[in-house]
């Protein structure tokens, strides 16, 4: 069993920047891919960012240049920089795990779910 909990969410102005995390509980932190997706206002829930226990990382195309992801397994948290943010970045965003490592793009295949975090940009 893997609790997620996210944290670093919050309002900010076209173009500024956050840092969301996500707390894994347990030792098998390492052994999961971890990925971040959001859910914007009547949408439905898209793929953001993932990154595998060694470190291979994944993007969205709308993200690529802008957020970076990351991991600290020593610390069993993974990160979600978050540069040059956009008003269409608003959503809520989820942390994932997944032992699935062929499909971390897959929202479907994630095993684990934190609660989320809400992210507004303001114009």
């Known amino acids: 069993q893997v609790q997620l909990v996210e944290s670093g969410g919050g309002l900010v102005q076209a173009g500024g920047s956050l840092r969301l995390s996500c707390a894994a509980s347990?030792?098998?932190?390492?052994?999961?891919?971890m990925g971040w997706f959001r859910r914007a206002p009547g949408k439905e829930r898209e793929f953001v960012a993932a990154?595998?226990?060694?470190?291979?990382?994944y993007y969205a195309d709308f993200v690529k240049g802008r957020f970076t992801i990351s991991r600290d397994n020593a610390k069993n948290t993974m990160y979600l920089q978050m540069n040059s943010l956009k008003p269409e970045d608003t959503a809520v965003y989820y942390c994932?795990?997944?032992?699935?490592?062929?499909?971390?793009?897959?929202?479907?295949?994630?095993?684990?779910w934190g609660q989320g975090t809400q992210v507004t940009v303001s114009s």
């Open positions: 994932g795990a997944t032992s699935a490592y062929n499909s971390v793009v897959n929202s479907s295949r994630y095993n684990y």
């Open positions: 990154v595998r226990g060694g470190g291979s990382t």
């Open positions: 347990g030792r098998t932190f390492s052994t999961y891919a």
